[in-house]
């Protein structure tokens, strides 16, 4: 199914078990593809969340680079990241550094910041052996799956990541807020509502409360966005928790999830949560020169564990700042 000019509507695949794909035939000038049908893709990831779309021949950086900034209207600077990337030049990004016989379990990008990306932008100019999908699974339908109980305290309480930066493990402090400098860190705090305190080893601790069910600001409609799962100590590998619980104790792991309140987070819940992720979960083995495009608050996404050598990089766009982002005293109190 091919769609080459703008008067014929995009021909997507849709099976049940896939991310929707649209086939195309390799444009001599990718960028200006992009610019030409970027309201007709923008229109399909509304519409399914996530688009995957194979033909584009994505195989070198600035290419990529180009279409990326053309489909998103300007790419965003990562801020708050919980682990190292490679810049490629600006808003573009390798995928996250993370062991390549480790899932990263399905998380919406980000969105524990105030301003969240409304779309995430995967291109792969170099697809693995096997495994490693960047698979995506619809929030609204979580939220539907799980438990009343369950998603009814997170959406009163929201939830709380605590985070705890030093120099071995995920992203230092100049990688996480683009600084160094101490007073800049603890103005960018202040400003999007990150509570810190700087430990006697010169290391720095934060907390923030944010919302766990948000409206979509297009749709309107209900979805389970928040990385409760993916940063919980429950999802790491047993060898690596404990690891990291000896080296750091239980309140300086590098990154962990707490209900609202501060109360910790069962290891049950978070299986369950996985588990009705996996239930939901669309795949597609990368093709070299893909691209996807993803919702970022109606789709969540994930990495799955892969061998050889795999590069994605990845473009945010579309900042917004959702207004029920942060739980209020009105909600608590429901």
Known sequence: ????????????????????????????????????HREALR??????????????????ADRIGAVLTRLSGGLMTEREAFAPRESH?????????????????MHH????????????????PTAPEQGGATAVADAEQVLKALPAGLTDRFEREGWMLTRSYNDEIGASLEESFGTADRTAIESYCRANAID???????????????????????????????????????????????????????????FNTRYGDGSPIGEDVVEQLN????????????????????????????REPFTGDRQVLVGMGEPRRLADGCPTPEASER
């Open 1 to 36: 199914m091919t769609s080459s000019s703008l008067a014929a509507p995009l021909e997507v695949e849709l099976r049940p078990d896939k991310p929707p794909i649209l086939h195309v035939d390799p444009p001599g000038d990718a960028p200006g593809w992009a610019a030409a």
């Open 43 to 60: 229109a399909q990831v509304t519409e399914h969340g996530a688009l995957l779309v194979r033909g584009l021949g994505l195989r070198d």
């Open 89 to 105: 030049g600006h808003g573009l990004y390798s995928s996250t550094t993370w062991p390549a016989n480790q899932p990263m379990c």
């Open 109 to 124: 990008e980000l969105s524990y910041t105030l301003e969240v990306p409304g779309l995430m932008l995967f291109a792969c």
């Open 196 to 254: 810190f305190s700087w430990q006697a080893d010169g290391s720095l601790r934060t907390r923030q409360r944010r919302s766990a069910v948000v409206q979509h600001p297009l749709t309107g409609r209900r979805c389970w966005f928040n990385q409760i799962a993916f940063l919980n100590e429950w999802t790491l590998a047993p060898e690596v928790r404990e690891y990291l619980v000896d080296e750091y104790g239980e309140d300086g792991l590098p």
């Open 275 to 302: 588990s009705t992720y996996e239930a939901h979960t669309r795949r597609e083995p990368w093709i070299s020169g893909d691209l996807l495009l993803v919702d970022n608050i109606r789709t969540a996404h994930s």
